[in-house]
Every structure is written in structure tokens, then in C-alpha cells.
């Protein structure tokens, strides 16, 4: 059994920050802008967006959501209305002041103070407010509700420190805002959409996630209610990957959305909000991620399996080009996991062997090279890239295919592949679920043990508010500890509160995070 | 013969720009959102876009061009750099100079004075300068070229008069960013692109344009050629609907975009640049509307059929209902002009009759209304948009057809009506553009007329530049008439350039435009 050469100059375990920059660089995903806290989404980064966009927007156009665009712009009188929203925002916004440059006389550009807004603008860090003032339009009566908006949009949110994917000052996402009558009905909307990302996020990027209610001190600013999916990461924290809010009237109220109820009375709206952004594509890298690159599950993999055909400047390149072709088209007039299979045949110059590697880094699911050999026998070298390695020599894992097997097998290959890495992640996560845990002493020692990735905890509490639980946040703080999430049908609370010594009400997730 | 009563309450040929408003917020497409310049843009016009979007990003990935994501924001050293690019952007572009707001102390908002940027940045108007970054450090040899990028995104450009669609402070647009290794190669990229944009034009939009060379003073700032594409609208004025840009080694200059060549010499690259906006969908609405509204190509129609039940609280409607599901499913299985049908049963509440009012200015290609009697008969009654009033009798041309039939030939009528469209406008734009006029008097003359919708005017021109072109330009201006393109592929020129009297040597047409 020999060492295995991996394919990235990091291992998770040695340096797992390092390692997630590594495989953002060394599959070509994206990179610094040199714009302050903006990066440049690489195709293949933007491939994988794409691939969460296409599956995201199917499932929020069947929901019967239908698609808008709002104003990048929000005026600041929008923001003065809500003050707890903009008490959670405000700090951190890009502010337009001037509408024109001129010359500075030194050879630079200067905002033309000739050209000051009367009130500035804010770049959009949300859109509640300026949803609003077109639902307080739109909607008069009963008959127009509900209400079912969601934009795909650019959005700022000035970030002191930034990371790739995860926390940047630009990102993209979707944002579903919707109006109902009742609270009932805005209730069942807001799980609705968390139950849509629970099923896109473990269904589509084979990344399991717990949803739950986030503790009062999580919640959007504005919000009665604020809903989570919380993903475990492999260095064991937690990344909140999706978020929806039951917004209560507070909105409705801000904006005056109202509508004339069955018996003419008027009522204010309850509204919704919620949104995924492009921080999955972070979620995705170190859920999936190995020590090899990155492993892009098959349903939203740009590519889905990738030929590389073995060219040497020889009279035969032509006849293996042209088997390659034949296996892509084969392979790409079928369906894969409800869809078109996506095949790559690359005939970019270079090596098979040193495009492979690069195949591996990006996580395509699936290789395969063909040599003259190859094609005399009708074969192919085919490597999963969630089957890597052969653990008896330590070399890649190639299964010398017959061609039509193959063809034939390539879809159920890749729908194993998807519930392969979803097993291992859920695996990992709930091997990594610690219960049982009764005192904010063992909490600490928990997380104090020299043990690289502690996991989350899971804890009974009374469910504190105000000051209590002000109190709880900070000495969670201590220990760089945040409470995640409490589990949408969890198991009952039959113990005492960890924190308060008071009865415990329920169970919430304390994890390190993003 | 019966007068027919539209359903809009301006036509066309009584005031074209009110009509254009009225169609617009009859088929509920945008609205103005009170954030100066930019609109709204409602269900039906996103979904417009978004059939646009689809279709173009396929026509795009075909070509090998890759998606990425870049920043929105821009330094001002990236404007400053590129003279001719600052001298025709600096003019409109909003500004970000803060990163936070405080309270006034007035219960108000204002910039934060300790939060001031060092630099400001820009909001993108355009992205050749950021991506012209990345294309600098992404190059280093000839084996990196040609690099094919493409981005879908928001640019603001602040407008003193907007339009919706046409004209707004924020648009959304795709641009495609293209490096090449000679100029030959970056011009055969401009070409594509601008072939790319016909076709869609044409074969996606029904929308018959003329492709050519911008003159001089049209050019985009920065670039060394600029190719169009024009539309004629129903009033006779000229749409730019699409450019596409040989920017020559310009910005490769300012933003270092280097390669080495073969032989191991440096290179600047030769660059191109070419997008689509929402002005597409003002391009469709001045196109295809009538004076019943909106007529939507099937191809980029969210819903292509549109089936109403007519219910009338009754015991029969769940079988009507029943009915109606049926067709839909019958039809949505079916393929048509190469996509699965879409097909909307509209079970909204409201009786039939006034929601195919709502369905006819929208546009949609085929309403299909079903009653309890039809359902009897096992017939449907079938309304084409195209062909939606009955000369002989000044009604709603009904065909009561029989289901089945119906079903079986919805894909041809599809394609049908998608021809038919294109046809009508074709024959429109070719009957409106005059040839043959050979003074500037004529000219004038044509456009004196008391004649709504001149057209445009192909003349013959030497191609002057620099301040004799001004002159011409100016001439024009005081007729309120632009230089559009000179037509690709067009007819030779054989006399004198109706502007410098010199020989002509090519043919240029003049128009009033948006």
C-alpha cells in the first residue's frame, strides 16, 4: 500500500481556512477583484451558481412565487421607517451621494459636488423596504393575496472581514418576499420556503441540514420569526446556508401594506421574506471538499463527466477524437437525475494526465480518458472522483470500462455518486451531533479538548429572552460558541436549562460558525 | 361589419408614446417604483426577460463563451486610464463615497463623515475597465487566448429622461468580454456576436433588424468599431437594440492585457465587447402591440397557451375544471418551436370573459376559453392573438374547434404565429425604409411631410469624419434625425454623398430614433 500523492499542497486537517482558499484557487472558482471586499466569480465557480439558480428557480416557480425585479436603490427615508431594520443594517451599507465626476485639474476623477443627491441612496442590502411600498401598491384587497414576489439580484453589505463565498461585500441571491392575510397563512409560507431550501440544499447540493428557529438574538432585524438551515462543515462548524423570516405586520405597518378584508374592514398584511445566496457555493466546497480538490455533486455539476481524449501529435488523434465524440453524444442524448446529462468532451491542448488533475481539483464526477488502446478495444478508463484513490497501491482508481457498459451505466453512476456524498456527509454530521451535554462546564470542556473538530452540541434550555438571554450570548462569546438553531421537530426537553437553571422548554444547537 | 371596441384606450396612431405607457401597465408589465430612474419590473415583463435570457445564454454557451460574475463597484483609477472611455461615462455614473450611515439627531439618516471612502467607487455603467483587470492577470500566453466571458448583470447609468425599457437609470443586460491575439480574430468575435444577436433578434423575437457599422460619432466611447443592430418600431423610429464593439487594443493598453505570442514576444490583445438589455422588451412592446395591447412572440411567451374555464359557481365547474386539466397536460407534453409547450390554466378567480381581456393585452399567442357546453361537445373555443377580431363581424374571432384537433395542431399554430409575427413586421419595416433619395432637401422633405411614420431613409455618404462628420451630424439633428448604421452586406454606392457631395462610397441610413 503506498502513500497517496494528493492533489492539493493542504490537508483539511492541518490547516482547513488555508485548504478551502486552496480549493477555490486550484479549481478556478474565483478570486480577489482587488475591488475592497468584492470577488470575481470564475466560470466554473459561476457554473456551479448557475447549476443552484436553475434548480432553485424550478422550485420556487412551482411554489406558484413568481419572479420581479426592484431597484438596486433604496431611498434612506425607506430605512428610517423600520427602526429595528435599520438598527441591523444600517451600519454597514454603500451610500450613492453623487450622480456625476469631473476632473480633479491633476489628471484624476473627483464626485462633482455640482452633482450632490438631494437625499442619498443606499445599494440595496435587502429589499424589504422598497418590496414594500410596491406590495402597499399592489395590494388592495383580499382578492390580491396572497402576494408571491422573489428577485435574483445583487446585494451590499459593507464587510469588514471578508472571505470568499462565505461573507463578502457583494453577493448574489434570491430574495422571496411575499404578503398574506393571516399570520396562519404567512406562518405556513415561511415554512414552506424553509422546508423548499431543506429539500434544494440536501436534495440538489447533497449537503444535509438541520432547519429550526433561530434564537431571538439571530433574528433579521424586523423579524417575529426567523427560520434556519444550519450545514455542518467538515472542520465541524456550522454555516447558516439558508434563512426565512416571518415578519410579523412590522413591515406592513413601515410601508402601509393593507388590504380590505371580506367584510370591508382594513387589515394590515403579515409579510415573509427569505433567501439563499451565493455562500452555498461556499457550503458546497467544505461539505464536499477533499484533500484532492473540490467534489461537485452530479445534479449541480457544470459538467457532469468530462472525456479527455489522449492526443500524442499522431496520425490516430483523429480516430480518437472522433470515438470521444461518439461516447459524448451518446452519453449526452440521455438523461441523468431528471435531466439532460451534461458532458464535456475537452479537447483543450495539453496532456490527459495533467488535465486530469485539474478535472479532479474542479470535481467533475466523473473522468474518463481514452487513449488509441482504449478505443481499439472498445474501452474507456473511467474515475470517479468520489472513489478517487485505489486503497490498495494508492493510485487513481481507474475502472478500464467496456464502452457500452458504460453508456450504459453512466446515469445510475451518477445518481450514486449524488447519494454517496450526501450518505458521507450525513455521516459525518450526526456522528458529530454530541447530546446528552448538561452544564455549560462540559459545553466548555466539550469544545476546550484538543479535538480538532468538536462538532455541535445540543443542549436543553429554558428558552431565555431580553437580558437572560443577552447574558447566555456572551458567555457563549467566551467560548466562541453561538447558538444555531432549535430543531424544527426535535426531540422534547425533559431536563433543566444549562444556561438559567430553569426548566428546559426545548433543545438548541451551540456550534462555532461562519 | 361592426366596429371593433379595443381594449386599450389609446391607438397607436393617435399618440404612440402614450399608447406605449398604456401597454405597458395594461399588460401589467413595469411600473415606476419612485427610486429616481429605475422601474419596476412586474411578473409578465420579467418573464419576458427572463424567455430572452434563456434563449440568448444558450446562443451564447454554443459560442464557447463562459459566464463569470464581476464586481459592481469600480475604482476611479479604472475610468481614469482609458481617456476616451472616462470623457463618455464620467457623465452619469452614480457614485458611492460612504460605507455607513448615522442618525441625524432629527430622527433622519444621513452618511456617516467618519465612514468616507479613501477612493469612491463607481457603480458599473459598463464593465470593460474590471474586466479588463482580470482579463490582465488571466492572460500570459497565446494559449489562453481567445478568452470568452460573459456576464448577466445590473448597470446603472444615470438618465436625465427615462423610458421604461427603453431608457432607465438601471438596466439589466448581459455583456460579453472577449481577448483575442490579433485583430483579425477580434473582429470575426465581433461578428459572431453581432450574427448572434440577429438571429436572436429575429428568430426568437420576431423582431426583422438591420445589422451594420455605427459611423464615427455613434461609436462606443474607447472602441475602434461599433456594429449595431437596428429595429424599426411601428412608429417608424429606430431602435438600437444590440452593439457590439472591436475595442482594438485600447483598453488592452490601459489595463496591460499582455500575451506572449510564439515566438516568445509580448502582445497586447486585441479586445471586444457586445450586449442586450431590457430594452429588448420596449424593442418587442413598439413591435408586435396593437391597439388590443400586447402581442407576445410564442417563443418568448412565459405562457404560450393560456386556458380559461368559465365557471359559474355551479355543480358542473369541478368538470369543466377536469376538462381544462386535461388539455393542459395533453398540451404541456407536447414540444413546440423545440422547447416542452407552456401552457397556464388560469383558475384565478373572475369570470372568463374579463380575464381574456386581461390574457389579450398581455398577449398571450392562444387563449383557449371552455364552458360546460364545450366540454359536452368535446370542443374548445380557440382565440389566436394574431388574428383576434373577426372582419365580417367586428368580434372576437372564436374558433370553436374540436379538442382533439385543437391539441394536436397547437404546436404548428404555435409556430405559426411566430412566423406570422416576423412576416407582418418585416413586410412593415421593408414597405418604411425609402431608397433612392439623393439631397439633404429630400431628405428634409421626407421627413417634413405630414406623413406619422416616415421611416428611414438609406442614402448614399463618402463616410466623412472628424468635424466634417460633426457638420452632418449636426444638419441631421436639426431635423431630429440620427446616422444609424451603414448596413452589413449592403448595396454598393455608385453616386455622391448627399452631405459633402464627394463620391459616395457607401450606403448609410438616416432615421429619428429612441
Redesign the interface.
Known sequence: MSAIRHALNTKREDDFAAWYQEVISAADMA?E????G??????WG??I??RIQRLMDDRIKAAGV???????????AN??REAEH?EGF?????????????ADGK?????DPEAKLEE????RPTSET?IG??MA?WIQSW?DLPLL?NQW??V?R?EMRTRMFLRTS?F?WQEGHTAHATREDALEETHRALEMYRACAEDDLAMPVIAGEKPENERFPGADETWSIEAMMQDGKALQAGTSHYLGTNFAHAAGIKYQDKEGGEQFCHTTSWGVSTRLVGGIIMTHGDDDGLRVPPKIAPHQIVILPMLRDKPEDGAVLAYCEEVRAALADQSALGEPMRVLLDKT?GKAAGKRWDWVRKGAPIIVEVGPRDMENGKLAVLRRDRLWNPDNGKPNFDFADRDAFIGGAADMLGEIQQALFAEARERRDANITRGVTSMDEVAAHFAEDKRYPGWVEVEWSKPSGETLDKVVEQLKALKLTLRNVPRGGEAASGTCIFTGEPAVERVLVARAY
Not at 477583484?33 to 475592497?36: A, C, D, L, P, Y
Not at 468584492?38 to 466560470?43: G, L, N, Q, S, Y
Not at 442619498?120 to 445599494?123: D, F, R, S
Request: glycine fraction near 6%; charge should be neutral; proline fraction near 9%.
Open positions: 478570486e477583484s482587488g475591488v475592497r468584492c470577488m470575481v466569480i470564475k466560470p459561476y457554473g451558481w448557475e413568481q419572479n420581479c425585479y426592484f431597484p438596486i436603490f433604496i431611498p434612506l430605512f428610517e435599520v444600517a451600519k454597514e451599507m454603500a451610500v450613492v451621494t453623487h450622480h456625476r465626476l469631473i489628471g484624476g476623477l473627483i464626485p442619498p441612496l443606499v445599494v422598497i411600498d410596491a401598491r382578492r414576489t439580484a445583487n451590499v459593507w457583494e448574489l491542448p
